[in-house]
Nanobody, 126 residues
Framework: QVQLVESGGGLVQDGDSLRLSCAAS????????MGWFRQAPGKEREFVAA????????YYADSVKDRFTITRDNAKNTVSLQMNSLKPEDTAVYYC???????????????????WGQGTQVTVSS
């Protein structure tokens, strides 16, 4: 099991940038693929981005592609989400998640992850 703690959320203006970070505990961090999901008020949680255990392969939702970048630092047990050109529709609670190797086939789905953080609020005002 991996414990995850997100940070970096806040209130920003339309067009601004924000960087989210997720700190993971545990010595097996390097075997997990990592993902970011978000949930807006009244909506279901949705996939945002994911990164393979090695950091070589990344995945993005169409709605954030070319604006968001996911990276990881396996030496520091962290994964980050750089969010540029933020829009009001990006407003949501953002969750960090860790997935075991056997779940990698579902990397864009919630079932592809076993451990979740508590979330950090991102609010983009127009």
């Amino acid at each position: 099991q991996v414990q995850l703690v997100e940070s970096g959320g806040g209130l920003v203006q339309d067009g601004d940038s924000l960087r989210l970070s997720c700190a993971a505990s545990g010595r097996t961090f390097t075997i997990y693929h990592m993902g970011w999901f978000r949930q807006a008020p009244g909506k279901e949680r949705e996939f945002v981005a994911a990164i393979s255990s090695s950091g070589v392969t990344t995945y993005y939702a169409d709605s954030v592609k070319d604006r968001f970048t996911i990276t990881r630092d396996n030496a520091k047990n962290t994964v980050s989400l750089q969010m540029n050109s933020l829009k009001p529709e990006d407003t949501a609670v953002y969750y960090c998640a860790a997935g075991r190797p056997s779940m990698y086939g579902s990397v864009r789905l919630e079932r592809g992850y076993a451990d979740w953080g508590q979330g950090t609020q991102v609010t983009v005002s127009s």
